[in-house]
T-cell receptor
Framework: ETGVTQTPRHLVMGMTNKKSLKCEQH?????MYWYKQSAKKPLELMFVYNFKEQTENNSVPSRFSPECPNSSHLFLHLHTLQPEDSALYLC???????????????FGEGSWLTVV | GNSVTQMEGPVTLSEEAFLTINCTYTATGYPSLFWYVQYPGEGLQLLLKATKADDKGSNKGFEATYRKETTSFHLEKGSVQVSDSAVYFCALEGGSEKLVFGKGTKLTVNP
């Protein structure tokens, strides 16, 4: 138990569906992240939020839409995805998103997404 | 930009064997270095970290020393167990860039 909880753990969706991934952290952190983990590729940072404000979007397609209503919750809204979007989506949090701080990032267990 | 290169896997060892997973990095300034571990079906967990040159991070029998002269942070364990089977990721954070990960090295330990 890392203090970062993701739901659902597994999701299968069609290309025309709309679904959402949810993340909640109980660590009192101020920064939250979405990462994508695909087979045989390095982890890809998708979005960063600091104090509810989005501070980074790494050229992620608009079919992925993040939402951060408060520092403890982060959502990833999914719409008209493609089969190549199938991956493990990892949420993470840290005390701050400031770099050069030796900051430890804590990860959730991930949501396995399959797009059919 | 920052980058991490770690040895390609998979690595297969017998129980009680010595483990080394190589990691080298490219970064400006003085980054912080991390090893994360991902057990089957789970997310990533921090295994150990070092924030300055010559620091040694250690946890659960694993060690890694921050070597600035060779820009390396190799992971070692003297005697692996079956329960150490997982994917290991080297990562760094520094400058203006967020955490950057290597591709991961899958370790399988056989009884």
């Amino acid at each position: 138990e890392t203090g970062v909880t993701q739901t659902p753990r597994h999701l299968v969706m069609g290309m025309t569906n709309k679904k959402s991934l949810k993340c909640e952290q109980h660590l009192g952190h101020n920064a939250m992240y979405w990462y994508k983990q695909s087979a045989k590729k390095p982890l890809e940072l998708m979005f960063v939020y600091n104090f509810k404000e989005q501070t980074e979007n790494n050229s992620v397609p608009s079919r992925f839409s993040p939402e951060c209503p408060n520092s403890s919750h982060l959502f990833l809204h999914l719409h008209t995805l493609q089969p190549e979007d199938s991956a493990l989506y990892l949420c993470a949090s840290s005390l701050t998103s400031k770099t050069d701080s030796g900051n430890t990032i804590y990860f959730g267990e991930g949501s396995w997404l399959t797009v059919v | 930009g920052n980058s991490v290169t770690q040895m390609e896997g998979p690595v297969t060892l017998s129980e009680e064997a010595f483990l080394t997973i190589n990691c080298t990095y490219t970064a400006t300034g003085y980054p912080s270095l991390f090893w994360y571990v991902q057990y089957p079906g789970e997310g990533l967990q921090l295994l150990l970290k070092a924030t300055k040159a010559d620091d040694k991070g250690s946890n659960k029998g694993f060690e890694a020393t921050y070597r600035k002269e060779t820009t390396s942070f190799h992971l070692e364990k003297g005697s692996v167990q079956v329960s150490d089977s997982a994917v290991y990721f080297c990562a760094l954070e520094g400058g203006s860039e967020k955490l950057v990960f290597g591709k991961g090295t899958k370790l399988t330990v056989n009884p």
